[in-house]
C-alpha cells in the first residue's frame, strides 16, 4: 500500500509539474503578447520614416536612428526581414512554455523576458512557487537516477567486492557517464542542430546546467535554420535529467 | 575565513577575466567605431541594401555588449568593477548575461571558475543561512524565558522574521533601486526578486545606465545585499519545499 501511494505521489508531482508550467506559459502569453505587437509596429515605422529621409541623413539624425533601433532590440523586437516577420512571435505557445520552464529551473536565459508591469509581478510569484515545485520535482528524477547507481552497486556486490570499493566505483561510474551523457553527447548533437563549435556546446551545456544561464547562447533561437519538430523538447529533457544529476552530485 | 576566501576568490576571478575579455573587447568596439564612421561618410548612396546590412551590423555588435553612443563607444564593460560583477553573477548563478566571456580562454576560464565557485557560494550561503536560524531560535528562547509563551514563541520569531527578510530583501531595495537607478517600484521588486531567486533574466541589471552616475558604496552594498538575501530566500524556498514534502 505504501509502494502505491509512493508511485501516486509521484505521478501527481510530475502531473502537477508540468501543469504548473503550461499554465504559465499561457498566462505570460496573455500578458506580452499584445505589448510585443505594438513594439513590432513602432520599429516598423520607425524604419519607415527612416528610409524615406535618408537623403537628407544627418549626424544627429543617424544618432537618432541607432538610439531608437537600440531601444528596439532591448525590447526584443528586431526590425529585419520583411512583413511576414509579423506573424511570428516570441511570445507563442511554444516560447512561452520554455520561457516558463527557464523560470522555475532557475536558469533566466533572459533571451525572453516580461515587459508589462503584469508580466513582471505574475512571473515574481510564479517562481515563488514555482521554484520549490521545481526543486522537489528534481529531488524525485535523482532519486529514479540514484536507483541505477544502487542497482549497480548491488550487482557488484553479489560478486564479492568490498563496500568500499563499490562505493568509489559506483561514484566513478556516476560522474563519467554524467559527463558523458549530459556534457559531451549533447555538444557534438548541438554541432549539428545548432552550428555552434564543440567547445561552444560544451559552453553552453555547462552554462545551462549550472543554472547560471547567461543566454548569449540559446537553443533554437537562429532565424536562419531549421529546426525538427521535437528539438525543444528533446532539449527541456536533456536539462530536466541533467539539473537532478548536478542536484544528486551535490548531495553525495 | 571562508568569508575571506569567498571574497579573495571573487576577486581572483575578477582579475582574470578582466585580462582575458578586455583586449577582445577594445578591439570590436574600434572595429565597429570604423564602419561607423565609413557608413556615414558614404550616406548619401544609402539605399536599402546597406540599411539592412547597417541594422545587421548594430544587433551584432549589442548582441557581443556594444552600443555606440556619440562618437565614442559605451565605456569598457570588463573594467575591474564589471568583471567583479561578472564573477559574482556566475558564482551565485544568477548570470545577467548582459556581460559575458567571448574569447574561447575567457569560457573555459569561466567554466572552471564557476566549478569551484559555485559550491564554495553554497557552502557560504548555507553558513549565513544557519546563521539566521541561530539568531532567530536564540530570540525564541529569549522570549519564552522572558515571557513564558512557550510554543508561541518560536512561531512569532519566524513570522517575525519572514517580515523583516521580507521588507529589507525586496520590499525595500526597491526604493532605492528607483532612485538611483530610475526604475519603476515594481520593477524595482522585479528585480530584486529575480536576482534573489537567481534567475537572472539580465533584462534589469544595476549600475548599468551610461546616462547616471553612481556613488562608490553602491556595488558594494548591492553585492552585501545579494549575498544575505539570498541566504535569506533560500531558507524561505527549503521552508515551502518542507512543506511541499
Known sequence: ?252 | MLLAAYVGYLGLGAAVLQALERPAEVQAAQHLLREHWELLTNHTCLQGLALQRLIEGIIQAYKSGITLQGNTTSLGRWDYSGSFFFSISAITTIGYGNLSPSTVVGRIFCIVFALFGIPLNLVLLNEIGQLMLLGVQHCAHRLEEVFHWQNKASFLMKTCALVTGLLLFLLLPPLLFSDKEGWSYEEGFYYSFITLSTIGFGDYVIGMNPDRTYPSWYKNVISLWILFGMAWLALVIKFCINILE
Open chain 1, 1 to 252: 500500500r505504501a509502494m502505491c501511494s509512493g508511485k501516486l505521489q509521484t505521478a501527481l508531482l510530475v502531473a502537477g509539474y508540468f501543469v504548473y508550467l503550461l499554465v504559465g506559459a499561457a498566462v505570460f502569453q496573455a500578458l506580452e503578447r499584445t505589448a510585443e505587437r505594438q513594439e513590432k509596429m513602432a520599429a516598423a515605422q520607425m524604419k519607415e520614416a527612416f528610409l524615406q529621409n535618408f537623403t537628407q541623413l544627418t549626424v544627429a539624425e543617424m544618432e537618432q536612428f541607432m538610439k531608437n533601433l537600440i531601444e528596439a532590440i532591448q525590447n526584443g523586437v528586431y526590425p529585419v526581414g520583411n512583413e511576414s516577420q509579423f506573424e511570428e512571435s516570441n511570445w507563442d505557445f511554444s516560447n512561452s512554455f520554455f520561457f516558463a520552464g527557464t523560470v522555475v529551473s532557475t536558469i533566466g536565459y533572459g533571451t525572453l523576458h516580461p515587459k508589462t508591469v503584469g508580466g513582471q509581478i505574475f512571473c515574481v510569484f510564479f517562481a515563488l512557487f514555482g521554484i520549490p515545485l521545481n526543486i522537489v520535482f528534481l529531488h524525485r528524477v535523482g532519486k529514479m537516477l540514484s536507483l541505477l547507481c544502487k542497482k549497480l552497486g548491488k550487482f557488484l556486490y553479489e560478486k564479492g567486492m568490498r563496500k568500499k570499493k563499490i562505493k568509489f566505483l559506483t561514484l566513478l561510474f556516476f560522474l563519467a557517464t554524467g559527463i558523458l551523457v549530459f556534457l559531451c553527447l549533447p555538444s557534438v548533437f548541438f554541432q549539428i542542430t545548432e552550428g555552434w563549435s564543440y567547445s561552444e556546446g560544451i559552453y553552453f551545456a555547462f552554462i545551462t546546467l549550472s543554472t547560471i544561464g547567461f543566454g548569449d547562447y540559446v537553443v533554437g533561437k537562429q532565424s536562419d535554420r531549421k529546426y525538427f519538430s521535437y528539438y525543444r523538447v528533446l532539449v527541456a529533457i536533456w536539462i530536466i535529467f541533467g539539473l537532478a544529476w548536478i542536484a544528486l552530485l551535490f548531495n553525495l
